[in-house]
């Protein structure tokens, strides 16, 4: 049978055999399953990954020892704020309390990280302008990390909203002041979040000054009834800035 | 005549082959790689107690709550020792400017981080917001299908790891990943990326960068879990994701997130 | 990237325009792997230009079969070559093998080169060369002898039926060879244009402008090796063989051409996301690679010659110096075609918002050198090819004195 196969065939065919049978034996007879095996691998992944070393420990775990700084925390500004924010990675400390000790900050250059002014931090976010507010003094002076309410209360909007205020000083409304428009309990300065202004919701309220027959000299006067169908003012004029609609 | 007998001795010789003892196990065991690894071979939990079936772990991000503050880049990188230069990272913070003119500036928040590189007046600025990124942890991830040997894969919980042992630093998965989340590690020399701090969420605890966020605009849950902030989240809010006309059903989900943003 | 060449990463981060992602500042796929699909479209183009002959009987191409098939052997030999030198660790390469991820492209790689590398290519020239080896052995002294003898696995049948045989199986290996020469270098297409998340790759058509562009090369590239190499062996040049593989080049010049245009208007006319960022690509970082280089000098100066060459009659030398021109032009513009695809890919953030730069190193493992060096490669292979498996018998040369 075999002479029937050409001459050439029969000397591949060895090769072939030769090599694809050697690959076949190596693939499935000698190479180790830890070498093909993709769920081993993947097993391993894992495990090495779970072993890795964890090095914040959670804010969890900070009051179980300073349970006096965690109560004061609790009730302030900062009460959401992971005690490794600001103290850095703390597990090796959880580990060896007497000898690793985390990191404190304590200079002035630390707070603005957060706290600096940015424009494109949201609004209402508490943040200072750096070169003037009380310049070269450490935050902590004034304020206690761990319960940071301002030592004095803000008299004046602007000592939180001072992007509204820069806004609304070079605008028709500069000697109107905030509080024509917004009624501020008291409380808002304490808890800004929890108590919070009115905001004008009829279109009369702006028509006390600006609809026709109004007393207010130097107020642009329209027709309430007309002007602006049934929307309320501010949908179209930004009261900070009404000029510009 | 002799074809038909070649023939036969050749399927002979192949199938006692792949039947072989070995190979049956390399032929089932092998023949699903992107089937999510829970248990080894003997059916064990590879953590004790911990059963990865029952979690399937995403994240959320407030938008309007960054404050660009760049805690959590820095948690990471020490929390993962990512390589400190500013060409690798796990996750990043990307700061927006839409001005009135409705042109659009965005720039990393790490590269200089005293307000925007470009000089912009506080009147122009129509919208500004910070925007943090990091890995999806898609649930149809195309770097997993990209990889040529199967070094990525997903998690049965929902996580889409490296195996640096087994990675051979091809860059395949680098570039099919649309949110350049991945990064060559300039040291091993393999791919890396954000693993949600997977050696912390096992044991119950939160990412770094979930950790160390000051306003909570990062959230991270477990999808299983009925009662977690992740699950309320996704409750409360319009939620969005990055690219979703790609179609690789990310799991970080962002809540206001602006049109600009891609 | 070893830390001491983070200097350059460092410069780089000043000739960023615009925004990109952090992780995008680096390019991943250097030159090496502009080189890659370079080198496999060579193969590619010079096996269907080989079957040409066989298949499609093309019998004034006959003077370049041999020729084709060890340009493209030479070339398929060193195309592993830069991927291996571009891995992150290329010392697990041999992972594509043991443990390939069906689900990727490139885990493709190992397979289909070993297919056509030994399942096509080598079985074809074996076939082909195995009666002279076979009489070459018997005539030559030591070592020529046992090279030829190794070669032809010591057979000894030289009849007329066994060379019949012989013919047949190479018409079926070649057969065979075409779609597997367009699965070798189409696959690299495909890995391009499988990638959702990149705009400038992501297209159906990658994988057949890849293919369409490689058998422009490849023709190109025989073109060139057959005027170069017959003056040297003291031969003359068959100009009808070159007159019809001109031909076909300038067809393949013509699908090829056709096949990117109707991409660059599709793009346009659609007029995606992406369009912006692309055209400040192209504008900016492209402009002189892709204008310039791949379609002016690239295309349509050897299309405009090659035209001319067909309408008008020219004589035999200006013929002969126009080819030579239009092919090594071809070279300059396909090469520059990998280029934009491949680097152009990667210039561009994937948040459409910036672009970065590829600063080329000269030494290190993925430098300008490393890549000269395996495009020089294939050459001095082929060098030794041809001592070994001469393409051409002394009486096909000719008299280079009868022109």
């Known amino acids: 049978m075999f002479e029937r196969i050409p001459e050439q065939i029969r000397r591949l065919a060895i090769v072939f055999v030769i090599v694809i049978g050697g690959t076949l034996v190596l693939r499935y007879l000698i190479l180790p399953p830890s070498l093909i095996e993709t769920r081993l691998h993947q097993e391993s992944t894992i495990e090495r990954e779970v072993a890795k070393q964890v090095k914040f420990a959670g804010a969890v775990v900070c009051g179980g020892c300073h349970e006096d700084i965690a109560t004061v925390k609790g009730k302030g500004f900062h009460k959401s704020l992971s005690c490794e924010s600001c103290h850095g990675p703390a597990a090796m400390h959880t580990e060896d309390p007497m000898t690793v000790k985390p990191f404190a900050p304590r200079q002035r250059k630390f707070c603005p990280l957060c706290h600096a002014y940015d424009a494109s931090r949201p609004t209402g976010f508490p943040q200072i302008n750096l070169t003037i507010h009380n310049p070269l003094k450490p935050c902590i002076t004034c304020h206690n990390p761990h319960h940071p309410e301002p030592p004095t209360v803000p008299k004046e909007c602007s000592a939180c909203h001072a992007q509204i205020a820069r806004t609304k000083a070079v605008s028709h409304h500069a000697l109107v002041s905030c509080t024509t428009c917004h009624k501020t309990p008291r409380q808002h300065r304490v808890s800004p979040r929890r108590v919070k202004p009115t905001k004008p919701d009829t279109r009369e309220f702006c028509g006390k000054c600006h609809r026709e027959g109004s007393k207010r000299k130097d107020a642009p006067k329209i027709d309430l009834s007309t002007h602006g169908e049934r929307y309320l003012c501010w949908e179209c004029h930004y009261p900070h800035m009404p000029g510009a609609a | ?209 979930v950790e160390v966020c000051p306003t909570g605009a990062r959230l991270f849950g477990d999808l299983k879990n009925r009662a977690s902030r992740l699950v309320r989240f996704e409750r409360m809010n319009k939620i969005h994701v990055l690219k979703p006309h790609l179609n690789t059903h990310p799991k970080v989900y962002y809540a206001d997130l602006d049109g600009e943003v891609r | 990237m070893s830390p001491d060449s983070f200097h350059t990463l460092y410069e780089l981060l000043g000739s960023v325009s615009g925004f990109i992602y952090p992780n995008e500042l680096e390019i991943r796929w250097s030159i090496l792997i502009v080189v890659y699909p370079y080198v496999t479209g060579l193969v590619a183009g010079a096996f269907i230009l080989a079957s040409l002959v066989k298949v499609f009987n093309v019998k004034n191409v006959q003077p370049v079969y041999r020729l084709s098939l060890l340009t493209a052997l030479a070339f398929l030999l060193v195309a592993p070559l830069p991927l291996q030198a571009h891995l992150g660790r290329p010392e697990r390469a041999y992972e594509i093998f043991l443990t390939p991820h069906f689900s990727s492209a490139m885990a493709m790689f190992g397979f289909v080169y070993l297919w056509y590398l030994m399942g096509v290519l080598l079985l074809e020239m074996w076939f082909e060369y195995r009666r002279d080896l076979v009489v070459w052995s018997r005539e030559e002294k030591f070592p020529m002898s046992w090279i030829h003898g190794i070669l032809s696995l010591f057979s000894r049948d030289v009849s007329e039926k066994a060379v019949e045989f012989d013919m047949k199986a190479v018409r079926t290996i070649t057969i065979i060879g075409i779609p597997s020469a367009f699965l070798l270098h189409g696959y690299v297409g495909f890995i391009f244009g499988s990638v959702k998340a990149n705009p400038w790759w992501s ?44 031909s076909y080049l300038f067809y393949a010049v013509i699908v090829d051409f056709s096949l990117e245009a109707l991409d660059f208007i599709h793009r346009l006319y659609e007029s995606e996301e992406s369009i912006q960022i692309l055209g400040t690509l192209i504008a900016d970082k492209l402009l002189i690679s892709l204008v310039v280089i791949q379609i002016l000098l690239g295309m349509l100066i050897p299309a405009g010659i090659l035209v001319a060459v067909k309408s008008m009659k020219f004589d035999q030398e200006l013929r002969k110096l126009l080819y030579f021109v239009s092919a090594i032009l071809i070279q300059l513009g396909i090469f520059s075609t990998r280029w934009n695809v491949v680097i152009g890919g990667q210039l561009f953030s994937k948040s459409f918002r910036g672009l970065t730069t590829y600063k080329m190193e000269v030494m290190g493992v993925e430098g300008l050198l490393v890549a000269l060096a395996f495009l020089i490669l294939p050459f001095i292979i082929l060098g030794v090819l041809i001592k070994i498996l001469p393409p051409w018998k002394a009486s096909e040369l000719g008299e280079a004195k009868t022109s």
């Open chain 2, 1 to 209: 005549m002799y074809r038909r007998g070649f023939l036969k001795g050749l399927l002979w010789f192949l199938s006692t082959c792949v039947f072989s003892r070995n190979g049956v196990k390399n032929v089932i065991a092998g023949t699903n790689p992107d089937a999510p690894v829970s248990t080894n071979a003997n059916g064990k939990s590879t953590i004790e107690g911990y059963d990865p079936t029952k979690h399937r772990y995403a994240m959320g991000i407030d938008v309007d709550k960054c404050i660009g503050c760049n805690r959590c880049v820095e948690a990471c990188t020490v929390e993962n020792d990512v390589p400190p230069e500013p060409f690798f990272t796990r996750t990043w913070v990307e700061r927006y400017v839409i001005k009135k003119d409705k042109s659009v500036h965005v720039e990393n928040i790490a590269n200089g981080s005293d307000g925007p590189k470009e000089m912009v007046e506080e009147a122009d600025i129509l919208r500004s917001f910070f925007v943090p990124k990091l890995c999806n942890q898609c649930e149809n991830p195309p770097c997993v299908q990209v990889c040529p040997v199967g070094a990525t894969f997903s998690t049965e919980d929902g996580v889409v790891l490296i195996d640096s042992e087994r990675c051979i630093g091809c860059g395949y998965c680098i570039q099919a990943c649309p949110y350049g989340a991945r990064y060559l590690h300039p040291k091993t020399r393999t791919a890396d990326k954000c693993t949600f701090c997977y050696h912390r969420i096992v044991k119950g605890m939160l990412p770094a960068c």
């Open chain 3, 203 to 246: 297209s159906v058509l990658m994988p057949i402008v890849f293919l369409m562009s490689a058998i422009v090369s490849g023709i190109a590239l025989v073109i060139v090796l057959y005027m170069v190499l017959i003056p040297l062996k003291g031969g003359r040049i068959d100009m009808k063989c070159l007159d019809t593989l001109s």
